[in-house]
């Protein structure tokens, strides 16, 4: 049997039925619970079998788009659920009121976790505790290692499948109080192939990144493919809140910086490709990763994020379309400030068109907000070429980014921008 060592006594540790995590849910408590791919598949199936445990009870998490599709907050009427993301399926809660979003960017939802009040509860993925009696996270290790020490009561579901983490943060067995035996699956993901239109910005992408530097790639089809594309670089640095199965190809191919610092918080890919990420890089929570003070320490930091729509002012939609909300800030905005003072570049990669051949260069963003202001704009990539926005005028900015639309949109977008200079 498994031993955990508490106030330097050795004692078992208790794996107790799934049942029992039911007991640990109460109306009016605050519950945090791991998302991306440390959230706990045993719970979701236990919860769907059991609702009216959620009743009453206020869940925050950072649930993330891609990965993160189940919706708690529709198992009871009585449920409430935090995000700062807005994964599709939370859709339907999110309209009924059950579903509350948070904008805030990564660095700010750390000071918001950390600020807060304790969590009743803290709900975490962890693998079996080693010989020191040390449970890993695995590769999602963003606010888990922040949550966890605030929390007065941990209830985890312990995962043999979960790949351990060689170099990362770790809680220890003694600090659960509950621990459930869930061997299972975890959330992973196979590779899709980048369409031709990925493909190209990719390339685009690549030219632009040097050897040498510190690389960073967010969420979207674009960044993906266009970290893979970076394989004849020589001396890169990763430090990136996210890696995804193109950071193998680049160790494969010798790009990698043989002796530098590699940190993530969270790693997503199939089995085996986060099998070997929690093995290769350095894992880190997201005051680490998303630090400002600890990204001016990796050098010239080239962040490679996508967006939904650019507007001919360089202001940046990530967050909206068709007017409603669908997404988050995420961490594009740490990232594109941390690459302006860097030294370094912030590429924003988008296709030029959307669903139903619409234009992603729009004359103005008609959303209701902008997630990254024009000064935060520096290179926007599609595959039509690369717009350098860095100490451009109005008239240039406009130009520029025009001048990489699709080309049966540049004419119109020409006009558009001809009559709202006339109004500045």
């Given at each position: 049997?498994?031993?955990?060592?508490?106030?330097?006594?050795?004692?078992?540790?208790?794996?107790?039925?799934?049942?029992?995590?039911?007991?640990?849910?109460?109306?009016?408590?605050?519950?945090?619970?791991?998302?991306?791919?440390?959230?706990?598949l045993a719970l979701r199936n236990l919860l769907k079998s059991r609702p009216a445990a959620l009743e009453g009870v206020r869940?925050?998490?950072?649930?993330?788009?891609?990965?993160?599709?189940?919706?708690?907050?529709?198992?009871?009427?009585?449920?409430?659920?935090?995000?700062?993301?807005?994964?599709?399926?939370?859709?339907?809660?999110?309209?009924?009121?059950?579903?509350?979003?948070?904008?805030?960017?990564?660095?700010?939802?750390?000071?918001?976790?950390?600020?807060?009040?304790?969590?009743?509860?803290?709900?975490?993925?962890?693998?079996?505790?080693?010989?020191?009696?040390?449970?890993?996270?695995?590769?999602?290790?963003?606010?888990?290692?922040?949550?966890?020490?605030?929390?007065?009561?941990?209830?985890?579901?312990?995962?043999?499948?979960?790949?351990?983490?060689?170099?990362?943060?770790?809680?220890?067995?003694?600090?659960?109080?509950?621990?459930?035996?869930?061997?299972?699956?975890?959330?992973?993901?196979?590779?899709?192939?980048?369409?031709?239109?990925?493909?190209?910005?990719?390339?685009?992408?690549?030219?632009?990144?040097?050897?040498?530097?510190?690389?960073?790639?967010?969420?979207?089809?674009?960044?993906?493919?266009?970290?893979?594309?970076?394989?004849?670089?020589?001396?890169?640095?990763?430090?990136?809140?996210?890696?995804?199965?193109?950071?193998?190809?680049?160790?494969?191919?010798?790009?990698?910086?043989?002796?530098?610092?590699?940190?993530?918080?969270?790693?997503?890919?199939?089995?085996?490709?986060?099998?070997?990420?929690?093995?290769?890089?350095?894992?880190?929570?997201?005051?680490?990763?998303?630090?400002?003070?600890?990204?001016?320490?990796?050098?010239?930091?080239?962040?490679?994020?996508?967006?939904?729509?650019?507007?001919?002012?360089?202001?940046?939609?990530?967050?909206?379309?068709?007017?409603?909300?669908?997404?988050?800030?995420?961490?594009?905005?740490?990232?594109?400030?941390?690459?302006?003072?860097?030294?370094?570049?912030?590429?924003?990669?988008?296709?030029?068109?959307?669903?139903?051949?619409?234009?992603?260069?729009?004359?103005?963003?008609?959303?209701?907000?902008?997630?990254?202001?024009?000064?935060?704009?520096?290179?926007?990539?599609?595959?039509?070429?690369?717009?350098?926005?860095?100490?451009?005028?109005?008239?240039?900015?406009?130009?520029?980014?025009?001048?990489?639309?699709?080309?049966?949109?540049?004419?119109?977008?020409?006009?558009?921008?001809?009559?709202?200079?006339?109004?500045?």
């Amino acid at each position: 049997m498994p031993r955990r060592r508490r106030f330097g006594q050795v004692i078992p540790m208790r794996n107790v039925d799934i049942e029992r995590a039911l007991g640990e849910f109460h109306p009016r408590s605050e519950v945090y619970l791991q998302g991306g791919v440390g959230e706990p598949l045993a719970l979701r199936n236990l919860l769907k079998s059991r609702p009216a445990a959620l009743e009453g009870v206020r869940l925050i998490s950072c649930l993330l788009p891609q990965m993160n599709e189940f919706d708690y907050a529709a198992l009871s009427a009585g449920a409430d659920l935090t995000v700062f993301m807005l994964p599709a399926t939370l859709r339907s809660s999110f309209e009924a009121g059950r579903v509350r979003v948070r904008p805030l960017c990564y660095s700010q939802i750390v000071a918001a976790l950390e600020a807060g009040p304790a969590f009743d509860l803290a709900v975490l993925q962890v693998t079996p505790p080693d010989a020191d009696g040390l449970c890993s996270f695995g590769p999602c290790t963003d606010f888990a290692p922040l949550v966890w020490r605030r929390a007065r009561r941990r209830l985890a579901f312990v995962n043999p499948r979960l790949p351990r983490t060689s170099r990362g943060p770790t809680i220890p067995v003694s600090a659960l109080d509950v621990a459930i035996d869930a061997t299972g699956p975890f959330i992973a993901a196979e590779e899709a192939p980048p369409s031709p239109q990925l493909a190209a910005i990719a390339e685009r992408v690549a030219d632009l990144v040097p050897d040498g530097v510190a690389i960073q790639t967010g969420i979207g089809g674009a960044p993906a493919a266009a970290v893979g594309r970076l394989h004849e670089r020589r001396n890169l640095k990763v430090r990136s809140g996210m890696v995804t199965p193109g950071y193998r190809r680049l160790a494969d191919a010798g790009a990698l910086d043989p002796a530098g610092r590699h940190v993530t918080g969270l790693a997503f890919g199939d089995e085996d490709f986060m099998a070997w990420a929690a093995a290769t890089f350095e894992f880190a929570d997201a005051r680490t990763t998303h630090g400002a003070l600890a990204l001016a320490e990796a050098g010239p930091l080239y962040a490679i994020n996508s967006a939904l729509e650019v507007d001919l002012f360089g202001q940046v939609n990530l967050e909206w379309r068709d007017g409603r909300l669908f997404s988050g800030l995420g961490g594009a905005p740490d990232f594109a400030r941390a690459a302006r003072r860097s030294g370094g570049r912030a590429i924003l990669a988008l296709p030029s068109t959307g669903r139903g051949g619409t234009s992603r260069i729009v004359p103005r963003l008609a959303t209701p907000t902008v997630s990254l202001p024009r000064e935060d704009a520096d290179l926007i990539v599609t595959e039509h070429g690369a717009a350098d926005l860095t100490g451009a005028d109005l008239d240039a900015r406009a130009a520029r980014l025009i001048s990489v639309a699709a080309p049966d949109h540049r004419e119109p977008l020409a006009a558009a921008w001809k009559d709202i200079r006339k109004g500045l």
